[in-house]
């Protein structure tokens, strides 16, 4: 079993610059593939990166070239960071982890506010 926390969520300022954290309560290799997901009020959640076992990176257009997602093994951590942010990108943003058998878990989500 894998808990996901999700942490560095926030307020902040159009251009500005927030980096999340999700820290695993087991061994990240145990996991295949990390996502970060978000869902903003009446809109569908959405995938917005991904990160491999062997560190394949995924970006949505939407954030392509101004979201980073990268793994910190020795600290069972996935980090999301991002700059540039707009309005556009607030949002409940969720980790997602997606395990070596296939067992799916979802971390409980921050907030992310960029006001403009």
């Known amino acids: 079993q894998v808990q996901l926390v999700e942490s560095g969520g926030g307020l902040v300022q159009a251009g500005g610059s927030l980096r999340l954290s999700c820290a695993a309560s087991?061994?990240?290799?145990?996991?295949?593939?990390m996502s970060w997901y978000r869902q903003a009020p009446g809109k569908q959640r959405e995938l917005v990166a991904q990160?491999?076992?062997?560190?394949?990176?995924y970006y949505a257009d939407s954030v392509k070239g101004r979201f980073t997602i990268s793994r910190d093994n020795a600290k069972n951590t996935v980090y999301l960071q991002m700059d540039s942010l707009k309005p556009e990108d607030t949002a409940a943003y969720y980790c997602?982890?997606?395990?070596?058998?296939?067992?799916?878990?979802w971390g409980q989500g921050t907030q992310v506010t960029v006001s403009s």
């Open positions: 087991g061994s990240l290799f145990s996991i295949n593939v």
């Open positions: 990160i491999g076992s062997s560190g394949t990176t």
């Open positions: 997602h982890a997606v395990m070596k058998t296939l067992l799916v878990h």
